[in-house]
């Protein structure tokens, strides 16, 4: 079965940018061998992560990243089946966001997958939106 993980957590320290790409560069790594798709993307102290994939497998991920210290209060905000992966034909199906034009990228295909009639993507849609605005606020 399909699922989704969805979560926001706090950074433990305020990271430089060689351990956010060495954290990117293990995620990707990871999530490409276990056909797991989605974003993760960390802006002012914060991540932002959506997982996609076999339920076991999303769940063994999950696990892992729950338990490493390099972040904190871990929000499960969405952990529920799913029929279709929203993000598998998005930039070869996991993405690490790491400058303006990734994430306006990624906000012009939020949009245009809000014509998919599904709502567990709305649900997706709407958390990625507000955490993108919160931070092109601040
Ligand atoms: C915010 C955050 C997001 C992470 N995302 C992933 C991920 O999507 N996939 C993954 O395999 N590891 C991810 N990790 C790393 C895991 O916590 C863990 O270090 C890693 O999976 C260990 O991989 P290994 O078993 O191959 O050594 C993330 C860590 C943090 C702090």
Not at 17 to 39: M, P
Not at 48 to 74: M, P, S, W, Y
Not at 124 to 131: G, K, Q, R, S, T
Request: proline share 1%.
């Amino acid at each position: 079965m399909l699922k989704t993980i969805c979560y926001i957590s706090d950074s433990m320290h305020n990271e430089s940018l060689k351990n956010i790409e060495d954290l990117y560069l293990k995620a990707r790594t990871n999530n490409a061998k276990n056909n797991i798709t989605g974003i993760l993307m960390y802006t002012d102290r914060n991540f932002l992560q959506v997982l996609e994939g076999e339920e076991t497998i999303v769940d063994a991920t999950f696990k892992k990243i729950c338990a490493d210290i390099r972040h904190k209060n871990i929000f499960n905000i969405i952990d529920s089946p799913i029929e279709q992966r929203i993000f598998e034909d998005y930039n070869f199906g996991f993405t690490t966001i790491n400058n303006k034009q990734e994430l306006n990228n990624l906000f012009e295909y939020l949009n245009w997958l809000k014509n998919a009639d599904c709502d567990c993507a709305n649900k997706v849609i709407a958390m990625v939106e507000n955490f993108i605005m919160k931070n092109k606020q601040s």
